[in-house]
């Protein structure tokens, strides 16, 4: 049901550096096909500053994490068709052999399983807008409160109610730092986010955070880094909520409707900043997870 590769059970076992990375940005974050390249920047960036990338994903009904150039084209050439899989999900994923790209709630599922402790990503999932008439948190947030993993990412994702998440991610006791930012980045943009309780501006200084997080039994942190470039995908981001409602799209199925307009909207920019952001966020995880594995 579970395994590791070679190469990342032996790092886990030795107490090096292991990055984890999602697989539903290979299979839904990307127009078809485009995901592979993303993937396969991300863990580049994961090796060159010395850790071991652990891409997660569910296929033939094993969950696993290490996964080959072949099996993230798989992915990638699924698109669509492959299963969303947070944390509810793996388990149905896994019984019926159905191929599953885990979020990253599901991510942190098996980083909590195999004992890996950051993981990279764009953003989080979080409070959705229009809460008080639709109820709707993402499943990360529930993960990463019961994980002890640190999150790099750009923030949570700007197409929901960001302050809400936030204020949700301090019940749940789920630090939130920023790197060398005192704002939350809104994924797409640097500027216009809430406060920041604390910020960090070396890797050491986050490591530094983790490890007293963790000393006193918490689980999850996220780090959030700004993108090196900023779009304003404000106005774009209603009108495609707006039709999302109208069609009735609701639960995991808004972020990719989401995406896509951006996408198709901004001409491709946002697929470029989105693919920049990824591999930034996924070599910050890797340099904070090479300062914590030495002074651990």
Known sequence: MIELSAEVAAAVEAGRAVVALETTLVAHGFPQGEGLGVALSAEARVRDAGAVPATVGVIDGVVRAGLSAEELERFADAGESARKAGPRDLAVCVADGSLGATTVGGTLVMCEVAGIRFLGTGGIGGVHRGFAERPDVSADLGALARAP???????????????ATLELLETLGVPVLGWQTET???????EGGPRLPASVATASEAAAVARAHWSLRRAGLLLAQAPAESLDVEPLIEAALAAASGQEITGQAVTPFVLAHIHRETGGESVRINKQLIAHNAGLAAEVAVAYSQRS
């Open 184 to 190: 939350l980045p809104l994924f797409y943009a640097a």
């Open 149 to 163: 993993v640190l999150v790099a990412a750009s923030g949570v994702k700007s197409l929901l109610d960001v302050p």
